[in-house]
């Protein structure tokens, strides 16, 4: 369910511990939380910790959400009109399909993307560099990612090039696996780490190259909630 959302371009992590979710949402505010209604809590855990999410509203705009394979009527009624839970009661036994696409309606409902397009992150130093074979000598162009989406990519190239210019062959390392791309320079600005290109990728025809990037995208969105545990 992790990759089908961030695929469907919302960012998206799992809080491994409950106890951290207050540090997470303030982390993050706005964020859509779905607990896991099956989880072993002690008992009446699952409802504080929906409650004291629910009360802080004001301070951290999140919504509540509750995933469960258990096809209660009664619990889910409980939660909807008592607890009072604002993106859904969802029954995952429905299948999986099912289930993905009442989630993404509430989603859109509770406007969880934002105004973005696409997911893009923050690269963590050191996970993240490219190597691009040039025509002038062969030799290979390297730089550092500084933030990277599906569609392209901010980065620090050791020679400057101009806007325009396109290189059909460029090797990404993302948290160590190897991809293959190619983009086009489309802008460049100034900032206090040096001169920033952006650069848009060639839609991808390769599935595994797509994929790829969006493990990276996901395993540094889990990387950011990870760290606040």
């Excluded at 799992?14 to 979710?21: A, E, F, G, L, Q």
């Excluded at 509203?57 to 607890?83: C, F, M, T, W």
């Excluded at 948290?175 to 600005?189: D, E, P, V, Y």
Aim: with cysteine; proline share 3%; hydrophobic share 40%.
């Amino acid at each position: 369910m992790v990759r089908f959302l961030v695929t469907a371009q919302y960012e998206t992590a799992i809080v491994k511990d409950y106890r951290s979710i207050q540090a997470v949402l303030h982390k993050f505010p706005g964020s859509v939380v779905y607990f896991n209604a099956d989880s072993r809590m002690p008992a009446g855990t699952l409802d504080q910790v929906v409650k004291s999410v629910l009360s802080g509203k004001e301070k951290h705009g999140a919504d509540v959400g509750l995933l469960s394979y258990n096809n209660d009527p009664d619990q889910a009624r409980r939660y909807l009109l008592d607890i009072g839970i604002t993106c859904g009661y969802i029954t995952l036994n429905i299948g999986f399909e099912k289930s993905a696409r009442i989630i993404i309606k509430a989603l859109e409902a509770a406007e969880a993307r934002g105004d973005r397009r696409f997911v893009r992150v923050r690269v963590p130093r050191g996970k993240a560099s490219l190597n691009i074979i040039t025509n002038a000598d062969g030799r290979p162009l390297s730089g550092t990612i500084l933030d990277i989406s599906e569609v392209g990519m901010a980065c620090i190239l050791d020679t400057d090039y101009s806007v325009g210019t396109v290189f059909p062959d460029i090797q990404l390392r993302l948290w160590g696996t190897l991809c293959n791309a190619s983009a086009t320079i489309a802008g460049k600005r100034e900032t206090p780490q040096g001169k920033v290109s952006v650069l848009l990728f060639e839609k991808f025809t390769d599935g595994g190259v797509r994929g790829k990037v969006y493990s990276f995208l996901q395993r540094v969105m889990q990387h950011e909630v990870d760290s606040l545990l």
